[in-house]
């Protein structure tokens, strides 16, 4: 089995010894993405969507698209946000959902309000 690195400048840079994504196979592990919104900022839309655009590029540069995804995990600072990210979050999944969980967490890199990660496969 093959492993490729997968790197878009349309998502933000790792600040650790991680990839933004690797590609095993026909599987594609995507790693936590977060906003570049201004940390504190509570604007939780534009934060989501922009979490998903990070994470959109990253699968079109793999050559998928969020049809793909069979696994999503979604970290939140906050419980209470949950409607208004899963609201946002379903924008991109107009029908067969992928299985996914949603955590509190106590806090996210950069003070963030939400981290998601993903699976796709060919």
């Known amino acids: 089995m093959s492993k490729k690195v997968i790197n878009t ?6 600040i650790g010894p991680y ?10 592990f995507i790693s936590g ?51 208004i990210v899963n609201e946002e979050y379903g924008k991109y999944f107009p029908a067969d959902f992928p299985a996914r969980e949603t955590v509190a967490v106590k806090g996210l890199p950069k003070d963030v309000n939400v981290e998601i990660s993903m699976i796709a496969c060919e």
Not at 19 to 28: C, E, P, T, V
Not at 54 to 68: C, P, R, S, V
């Open 9 to 14: 400048e349309l998502a933000p840079t790792p």
């Open 19 to 28: 990839s933004q994504a690797i590609k095993a196979g026909n599987l594609l």
């Open 33 to 83: 993405q977060i906003s570049l919104q201004e940390a504190g900022v509570p604007d939780i839309t534009m934060e989501t969507a922009q979490v998903m655009g990070h994470l959109q590029a990253i699968l079109k540069e793999a050559g998928m698209t969020f049809a793909n995804v069979v696994k999503s995990t979604i970290f939140l600072k906050d419980m209470h946000l949950f409607s």
